[in-house]
């Protein structure tokens, strides 16, 4: 059958609390990722990239971690605040035949906090 | 300044009107990205614009017609829309379109195609 209204997954945290979110990428040469945050009624907003060249990257509370074995890639967020509230995106960069380049997209999760 | 504008914010129109959106940036951005987002899914790439110059086209009805006046600004020109291309439409602008390169979004237009 056809899949229709396929739900966000959503992650519910305490406020304080670490968030882990989780994204499977599909090019196993695909060397760049970034996560964006997108709040709503907003455009995603750039949160932290990693090359494939590196397993961890570090940011001001978020880490971002690349498992090329399995091509999986997570984003933590250490101590969630309510204004972490959007929704993740993940994305690779990917080339084209005609050496463009363009991102592929992650599902999204909705992260949502309690206070 | 990583800013992203983008004009109008919201925006109505019937299926026999001839509208545009516009986007602008000024951090000398060479690559400018038009995108389609439906509610509760990623963004959707439309077309792309490097140098000036279109390097992509997903594909995309002609009823969307993109322009590229200068590097720094990036028009949609819409016309005949049916109700399902309401969306929001973001405007993204990188470096050049290639490697490691950043997109930064704007916030986009919300159209509605009644």
């Known amino acids: 059958g056809e899949n229709v209204g396929l739900h966000l997954p959503t992650l519910s945290v305490q406020e304080g609390d670490n968030s882990i979110i989780n994204c499977a990428y599909s090019?196993?040469?695909?060397?760049?990722f970034i996560w964006y945050k997108q709040e709503s009624g907003k455009g995603p907003q750039f949160i932290i990239d990693?090359?494939?060249n590196m397993d961890k990257r570090q940011g001001q509370r978020v880490t971002v971690l690349l498992n090329k074995t399995v091509k999986h890639l997570s984003l933590q967020i250490a101590a969630t605040q309510p204004g972490d509230s959007a929704v993740y995106f993940c994305?690779?960069?990917?080339?084209?035949?005609?050496?463009?380049?363009?991102?592929?997209w992650g599902l999204g999760t909705s992260l949502a906090v309690n206070p | 300044d990583t800013e992203v504008t983008q004009t109008p914010k919201h925006l109505v129109m019937g299926m026999t009107n001839k509208k545009s959106l516009k986007c602008e940036q000024h951090?000398?951005?060479?690559?400018m990205y038009w995108y389609k987002q439906k509610a509760k899914k990623p963004p959707e790439l439309m077309f792309v614009?490097?140098?000036?110059?279109?390097?992509i086209n997903e594909s995309v009805p002609s009823r969307f017609s993109p322009e590229c006046p200068n590097s720094s600004l990036l028009n949609l020109h819409l016309h005949a829309l049916q109700p399902e291309d309401s969306a929001l439409y973001l405007c993204?602008?990188?470096?050049?379109?290639?490697?490691?390169?950043?997109?930064?979004f704007g916030p986009g237009t919300r159209l509605l195609v009644l």
């Open positions: 993204a602008s990188s470096q050049e379109n290639r490697d490691f390169e950043t997109q930064y």
């Open positions: 951090m000398g951005h060479r690559a």
């Open positions: 614009y490097s140098y000036e110059k279109l390097s």
């Open positions: 090019n196993s040469a695909s060397d760049y």
């Open positions: 990693i090359r494939s």
């Open positions: 994305a690779e960069w990917q080339v084209n035949a005609g050496n463009n380049r363009k991102l592929i």
